[in-house]
């Protein structure tokens, strides 16, 4: 069968979520094969052979991570020649995009980036401008390299043996030309991360100044969400930048989506309109975001939204 | 210090947007054309290393005519030239062309850094300035929150997932900025007047080595099958607070099962 290659994506061998979702798909295209670059294999392997790795590729050494993206892309391109696979999947990270970005050139190979699903004929599908608009797309030289939106992908078990096999190769002076100095780890909030979250729940110019995210934070704790924020929010200084959902910023397309006080600009909305699920909170009932709500409440955030804490905090028991 | 900033003249991104049913490209007309907003952050921190470290500002984009209007706006921000690689085949090419002919179209030029926004709000791949690092064989230094050179050295603050690295890399460097790196300056009158008289050169594809077949939609490494517009989603149930809002909300992800 096809070996599909996919790119773990992971902390110290500690595995992010898109990549049960990527081996979930590539076992609908052909053999999944992962790929694990960095150090931590002994503790990502069960979680690799639980989604149905067969083989796993291991680049194990700092020399991979001394540098940001370039050490990875070089050897998935490596193996991209190596082993012929028919596909590659890489988590549509913003890293992510960087390295499949670099070992599609590298190995001659046309790359799409943000699908949401693959066919087994290879085509992609796509969801572009907010989600308004449906593509499918295919590679037309090389070998297929994909980056696929986390979430988009329902994982699944299926226990696969995980075969070691180590991959060693001699990286470019560029791979190192770039070298990390200094890392600054981001504050744990102990939420999930906003692209891979299944509910996130959102502020924006509604809240009325940074403490107006007290409340916006107890419901996401209270549902297990991350918090995003509008732009109007992050430029105003309210909420930290990283958070920004929109147009510029993350794009999110979890299960369920609150929006409290947001207006729902295009620009927030081509962030987020893919949610399975949206609700809204607003006081103006005139707000663009309640013509996508499936659930809106017209009314003040900071009464809504400590009500609704209260109550799925009572109901959970 | 001599900086080359790569700009894209794209949609309004507070505009909606659609695909040509004819080809699938981006319906160009159907929203106002403006610098990609990343862009004009790469073009303030140029402008901002060059009051420091002198040298000259170029502005390089790839499109068709209208685009010199992009230049010609970088230029009245404070940027001394600018070069407009133009040819009728390039329409349509994706991002791996795209990066193929930049990469040649600054090989015609002398430069210690190259900056460029992290993305296009139209594409959204955010993926050239990995691609042109890779094509140019020069260090990548990209989702940049902070870039400092000190001598031959460019230091950024690399925006990650995790948090923040400090990666650094000897120049010539490209440089990949983040949103927010900076509060883009508008261009003053005098700017504007200024900028209609400085020089921008114009590059064919000849000019650049290339031939029409290796650029453009046939040219590219990747296509589009079909695209279809979404219907949109259908507004549900919105009721008005009567102090019952937040109990309203808990039903109905309840009935939902989120709760």
Known sequence: MAEI???VDHSDGTVKKVTSELLTLARRLGEPSAVFIGSGFDTAKDALARYGAARVYVAEGDQYTAAPVVPKAEVLAHLIGDVSPAAVLVGSTPEGKEVAARAAVRAGS?????????????????SVFGGSTLVRSTVSRGTPVVTVRPNSIAPEESLGAAERVDVQIELSAAATAARVVGRKPAERTGRPELAEAS???????????????????????????AVGASRAATDAGWYPHQFQVGQTGKTVSPQLYVAAGISGAIQHRAGMQTSKTIVVVNK??????FEIADFGVVGDLHQVLPQLTEEITKRKG | MNIVVCVKQVPDSWAEKKLRPSDSTLDRDSADAVMNELDEYAVE????????????VTILTMGPEKA????????????DKGVHVVDASLAGSDAVVTSAVLAKALGTLEWDLVILGSESTDARMSVVPAMLAERLGAPQLSFASTVTVDGSTVRIDRLTDEGVETVEAALPAVVGVAEKINEPRYPSFKGIMAA???PVTGLGLADLGLTADEVGLGGSWSSVVESTARPP???????????????????YLASQKFI
Do not use: C
């Open chain 2, 196 to 198: 209609k008289k400085k």
């Open chain 1, 199 to 225: 509910v996130v729940v959102s502020g924006g110019r509604g809240v009325g100044g940074p403490e107006g995210f007290a409340p916006v934070e107890q419901l996401a704790d209270a549902l297990g969400a």
């Open chain 1, 110 to 126: 046309g790359i799409l980036t943000d699908a949401i699903d693959v066919g087994p004929d290879l085509v992609a599908e796509q």
């Open chain 1, 5 to 7: 290659l996919v790119l």
């Open chain 2, 45 to 56: 921190e140029a402008l901002k290393l060059q009051e420091t470290h002198g040298g000259e």
């Open chain 2, 233 to 251: 989603r259908q507004a549900g149930t919105v009721v008005k607070d009567e102090g019952d809002g937040g109990t309203k909300i808990a039903d």
């Open chain 2, 68 to 79: 010199a209007e992009t230049i010609r706006k970088a230029l009245s921000m404070g940027a």
């Open chain 1, 284 to 289: 103006d009932p005139e707000a663009p975001i």
